[in-house]
Protein backbone atom coordinates (compact mmCIF):
# COMPACT_ATOMS: atom_id res chain seq x y z
CA UNK A 1 0.00 0.00 0.00
CA UNK A 2 3.05 2.28 1.04
CA UNK A 3 6.49 2.18 -0.02
CA UNK A 4 9.03 4.59 1.68
CA UNK A 5 12.28 4.45 0.57
CA UNK A 6 15.18 6.94 2.71
CA UNK A 7 18.28 8.59 1.12
CA UNK A 8 20.62 10.85 1.82
CA UNK A 9 22.40 9.04 4.72
CA UNK A 10 26.12 8.61 4.53
CA UNK A 11 29.68 9.87 6.59
CA UNK A 12 30.31 13.66 8.13
CA UNK A 13 32.24 15.12 10.44
CA UNK A 14 31.12 16.07 14.16
CA UNK A 15 29.89 19.38 13.96
CA UNK A 16 28.34 18.82 9.90
CA UNK A 17 24.83 18.74 8.73
CA UNK A 18 22.62 16.05 6.96
CA UNK A 19 19.50 16.18 4.98
CA UNK A 20 18.09 12.70 4.89
CA UNK A 21 15.34 12.27 2.45
CA UNK A 22 11.73 9.72 3.04
CA UNK A 23 10.61 8.76 -0.89
CA UNK A 24 6.55 7.85 -0.20
CA UNK A 25 5.00 5.82 -3.07
CA UNK A 26 1.96 3.41 -3.71
CA UNK A 27 -1.29 3.11 -4.38
CA UNK A 28 -2.80 4.54 -1.82
CA UNK A 29 -0.11 7.39 -1.89
CA UNK A 30 -0.73 8.07 -5.61
CA UNK A 31 -4.47 8.39 -4.60
CA UNK A 32 -4.47 10.61 -1.32
CA UNK A 33 -0.68 11.94 -1.15
CA UNK A 34 1.39 11.95 1.50
CA UNK A 35 -0.23 14.67 3.76
CA UNK A 36 -2.98 11.91 4.48
CA UNK A 37 -0.76 10.18 6.69
CA UNK A 38 1.04 10.95 10.10
CA UNK A 39 4.84 10.28 9.35
CA UNK A 40 8.16 10.13 11.59
CA UNK A 41 11.40 9.54 11.93
CA UNK A 42 13.15 6.77 13.74
CA UNK A 43 16.67 6.09 14.76
CA UNK A 44 18.61 3.27 16.09
CA UNK A 45 21.55 2.89 16.97
CA UNK A 46 24.24 0.51 17.44
CA UNK A 47 23.18 -1.80 20.59
CA UNK A 48 20.48 0.27 21.13
CA UNK A 49 16.77 0.22 20.80
CA UNK A 50 14.57 1.99 18.11
CA UNK A 51 13.72 5.96 19.25
CA UNK A 52 11.52 8.11 17.53
CA UNK A 53 12.95 11.33 17.28
CA UNK A 54 10.30 13.22 14.91
CA UNK A 55 6.92 13.28 13.70
CA UNK A 56 4.66 15.38 11.42
CA UNK A 57 0.93 15.15 12.06
CA UNK A 58 -1.79 15.84 8.83
CA UNK A 59 -1.92 19.36 10.31
CA UNK A 60 1.35 19.73 9.98
CA UNK A 61 1.70 19.51 13.71
CA UNK A 62 5.72 18.82 14.86
CA UNK A 63 6.89 16.24 17.75
CA UNK A 64 10.83 16.15 18.49
CA UNK A 65 12.82 13.95 21.27
CA UNK A 66 13.44 16.62 23.76
CA UNK A 67 17.31 15.81 23.61
CA UNK A 68 17.48 16.62 19.73
CA UNK A 69 15.37 19.73 20.03
CA UNK A 70 16.75 22.95 17.98
CA UNK A 71 19.44 20.12 15.72
CA UNK A 72 17.05 18.17 13.81
CA UNK A 73 14.32 19.60 11.93
CA UNK A 74 11.21 17.53 10.16
CA UNK A 75 9.69 18.94 7.19
CA UNK A 76 7.52 16.94 4.17
CA UNK A 77 6.37 18.38 0.33
CA UNK A 78 2.89 17.47 -0.02
CA UNK A 79 4.00 17.85 -4.12
CA UNK A 80 6.82 15.51 -3.92
CA UNK A 81 5.05 13.16 -1.27
CA UNK A 82 8.61 13.15 0.41
CA UNK A 83 9.41 13.61 4.02
CA UNK A 84 12.64 14.94 5.23
CA UNK A 85 14.78 15.50 7.68
CA UNK A 86 17.84 18.03 8.47
CA UNK A 87 19.69 17.20 10.96
CA UNK A 88 22.85 20.32 12.24
CA UNK A 89 25.52 20.28 14.61
CA UNK A 90 26.05 16.17 14.41
CA UNK A 91 27.41 14.03 16.98
CA UNK A 92 29.45 11.04 17.07
CA UNK A 93 26.32 9.39 18.84
CA UNK A 94 24.15 10.58 16.42
CA UNK A 95 25.77 7.73 14.57
CA UNK A 96 22.59 5.45 13.59
CA UNK A 97 20.84 4.01 11.12
CA UNK A 98 18.05 6.44 10.54
CA UNK A 99 14.33 5.16 9.50
CA UNK A 100 10.94 7.19 8.51
CA UNK A 101 7.72 5.72 8.86
CA UNK A 102 4.01 6.82 8.35
CA UNK A 103 0.69 5.65 9.04
CA UNK A 104 -3.30 6.75 8.23
CA UNK A 105 -4.27 6.72 11.53
CA UNK A 106 -2.99 9.46 13.82
CA UNK A 107 -0.21 8.09 16.58
CA UNK A 108 -0.46 8.58 20.64
CA UNK A 109 1.83 9.68 21.56
CA UNK A 110 3.44 10.96 17.96
CA UNK A 111 6.73 9.14 18.55
CA UNK A 112 5.25 5.59 19.31
CA UNK A 113 6.88 3.18 17.22
CA UNK A 114 4.14 0.70 17.11
CA UNK A 115 1.61 3.13 15.75
CA UNK A 116 3.14 3.03 12.68
CA UNK A 117 2.93 0.78 10.51
CA UNK A 118 4.74 1.46 6.78
CA UNK A 119 8.44 1.49 7.48
CA UNK A 120 11.55 2.25 5.23
CA UNK A 121 14.49 0.07 4.72
CA UNK A 122 16.46 3.06 6.46
CA UNK A 123 19.61 4.94 5.60
CA UNK A 124 22.98 5.09 7.71
CA UNK A 125 24.64 8.21 9.46
CA UNK A 126 28.17 8.11 10.46
CA UNK A 127 28.98 10.99 12.56
CA UNK A 128 33.13 10.50 13.13
CA UNK A 129 36.06 13.03 12.52
Known amino acids: QVQLAESGGGSVQPGGSLRLSCAASGTNINMFGISAYYTAWFRQAPGKEREGIAA???????TYLDSLKGRITITRNNHLNTLYLQLDNLKPEDTATYYCASDPKRPTPPLLQSGYRFWGQGAQVTVSS
Open 56 to 62: IARDDAT
